[in-house]
C-alpha cells in the first residue's frame, strides 16, 4: 500500500520523502531534548528549594534554638552567682525573638515545601517551638521572682528543647534522603535523554539511507540502461 502511494507520487513529491523524514525525526529530537531539560529544570528547582534552601533555614532554626536553651542555662547561672538582675532578665527576654524567628521560618518551611512527609515534620517542629517558647518564657519571668523555681522549670524546658531537636533532626535527614532522591532522578532522567538522542539519530540515518535507495530504485527501475546513456 505504502509502495503503491509512493509510486503514484509526482517526482518532485518523491524527492522531498528523504527531507520529509529527516524533518520528522529532528522534530522528535527537539521533542526529546524539551523533555530531557525540564526534567533537569524540575530536579534543580526541587534540590534548591528542598534540598539546599531548606537545609539553610532548618539549620538556622537549629541554630537559634540552642542559642536560646544555651542562654537560659546562662541566664540561671547568673541568678545563682548572684549577677546582676537587669542583666538576667535582659539576657533571658532577648531569648525570645531568636525563638519567634525560628517559628517564622518553620512556618515558612511548611508553607513551602513540595513534599508532603516534610510539611508535616515542618508543622510539628512549629508546634514544639511554641510549646518551647510558652516553658521559656515561663522559666524568664520566674527568673526575675525565684531563681530556684525558674531552675526546676529548666527541666521542662530541657525535655521540649529536646523534643524539638530530635524532630529538627528528622527533618535534616528527610532534606538529604529528598535530595539524594531527586538528584538519582535527575541522573537518571539525563541518561535516558542521552540514549533517546542516540537512537533516534541512528534511526534518522537508517531511515534516510533506506528511503533515498527506496525512491531512488523506484524513480530509475522503470528507466533501462539505454534510457540513461542517451
Known amino acids: 500500500m505504502i509502495r503503491k502511494f509512493v509510486t503514484n507520487l509526482k517526482m518532485s513529491r518523491k524527492l522531498l520523502l528523504t527531507p520529509a523524514l529527516l524533518i520528522i525525526f529532528s522534530f522528535l529530537l527537539g521533542g526529546g531534548g524539551y523533555w530531557g ?14 534540598g539546599y534552601g531548606a537545609s539553610e533555614k532548618s539549620a538556622e532554626v537549629s541554630e537559634s534554638i540552642a542559642l536560646a536553651q544555651g542562654n537560659l542555662y546562662k541566664m540561671i547561672t547568673w541568678g545563682q552567682a548572684n549577677y546582676d538582675p537587669t542583666r538576667i532578665d535582659t539576657l533571658g527576654k532577648a531569648q525570645f525573638p531568636r525563638i519567634d524567628r525560628a517559628m517564622q521560618l518553620l512556618k515558612a518551611l511548611a508553607d513551602s515545601s513540595s513534599s508532603p512527609d516534610l ?12 510549646e518551647y517558647r510558652k516553658v521559656a518564657g515561663t522559666v524568664v519571668d520566674l527568673g526575675s521572682i525565684d531563681m530556684n523555681t525558674a531552675t526546676m522549670a529548666m527541666a521542662t524546658a530541657e525535655e521540649k528543647y529536646s523534643s524539638l531537636s530530635a524532630t529538627l533532626q528528622t527533618a535534616h535527614a528527610k532534606e538529604s534522603e529528598l535530595c539524594a532522591g531527586t538528584y538519582a532522578a535527575a541522573a537518571g532522567s539525563s541518561q535516558r535523554t542521552v540514549l533517546l538522542f542516540v537512537v533516534v539519530l541512528l534511526l534518522a540515518m537508517a531511515a534516510s539511507i533506506v528511503v533515498s535507495l527506496w525512491v531512488g530504485r523506484m524513480i530509475l527501475g522503470p528507466l533501462d540502461v539505454g534510457d540513461i546513456l542517451v
Open 37 to 50: 531539560i525540564e526534567n533537569a529544570q524540575r530536579a534543580v528547582d526541587s534540590i534548591f528549594h528542598d
Open 119 to 130: 510539611r508535616s515534620i515542618y508543622s510539628l517542629a512549629l508546634q514544639q517551638a511554641a
